[in-house]
């Protein structure tokens, strides 16, 4: 979990937001609410770097099923050994 403080931390604590940030994105709250974050240039890389391999593992798995639902629509799958024997006999057999 990321850890909070409230804003009087940056002016009575200071070191310790600012080794929470070394390692993660602090939160800092305003009159009780969420307002901030704060965080070293390192993690905000990596977060972004994260972001970045997340969105294209869902963009590459989206594709993937895609593909999946195209090649079920067409014809183009297998179920079962008989019936894998029998599809590559018919591919052969078209070649």
């Given at each position: 979990m990321e850890p909070i403080f409230p804003i009087t931390a940056l002016s009575k604590?200071?070191?310790?937001?600012k080794e929470a940030a070394r390692n993660?994105?602090?939160?800092?709250?305003?009159?009780?609410s969420a307002?901030?974050?704060?965080?070293s240039e390192e993690m905000l890389e990596q977060k972004i770097r994260?972001?970045?391999?997340?969105?294209?593992?869902?963009?590459?798995?989206?594709?993937?099923?895609?593909?999946g639902?195209?090649?079920i629509a067409e014809?183009?799958?297998?179920?079962?050994t008989e019936n894998a024997?029998?599809?590559?006999a018919e591919m052969r057999a078209s070649q």
């Open positions: 604590d200071q070191a310790a937001v993660n994105v602090v939160r800092i709250t305003e009159h009780g307002a901030w974050i704060f965080t994260d972001a970045i391999d997340d969105a294209v593992y869902e963009a590459r798995l989206a594709w993937i099923v895609e593909r639902h195209r090649d014809g183009r799958y297998v179920i079962g024997k029998k599809k590559i």
